[in-house]
């Protein structure tokens, strides 16, 4: 069955009652990941950068939902932070 989501609650509630998710989307993946659901990835030549990482995160690195809520978020703000100090010193120069 195909449904489509208008909200972040519709998507996660309609994940969180199947027993197998089958996407080409990266959200649905990253929802059904989040939440334990086993899910597939379809080809989708538009999403095909973002399911290509999700499926190495999870397939190939083998990382869990927490792993990447501690360890891989703090990585990722780690770096947001020093890229945004160093745009806003480069601003104060000019």
Do not use: W
């Not at 509630?13 to 996407?23: E, K, P, Q």
Request: glycine content about 8%; overall charge positive; aromatic content about 10%.
């Amino acid at each position: 069955q195909f449904v489509v989501c208008n909200t972040v609650e519709q998507l996660f509630g309609l994940i969180s009652n199947a027993r197998h998710i089958y996407t080409d989307r990266y959200h649905p993946g990253v929802a059904a990941f989040a939440q334990g659901i086993d899910f597939t990835i379809l080809r989708y030549e538009q999403e095909r950068t973002k399911l290509i990482g999700l499926r190495d995160m999870v397939y190939k690195d083998k990382y869990t939902a927490a792993a990447v809520r501690g360890e891989l978020n703090a990585k990722a703000f780690a770096q947001l932070g020093s890229l945004l100090k160093k745009a806003s010193r480069g601003k104060r120069k000019v």
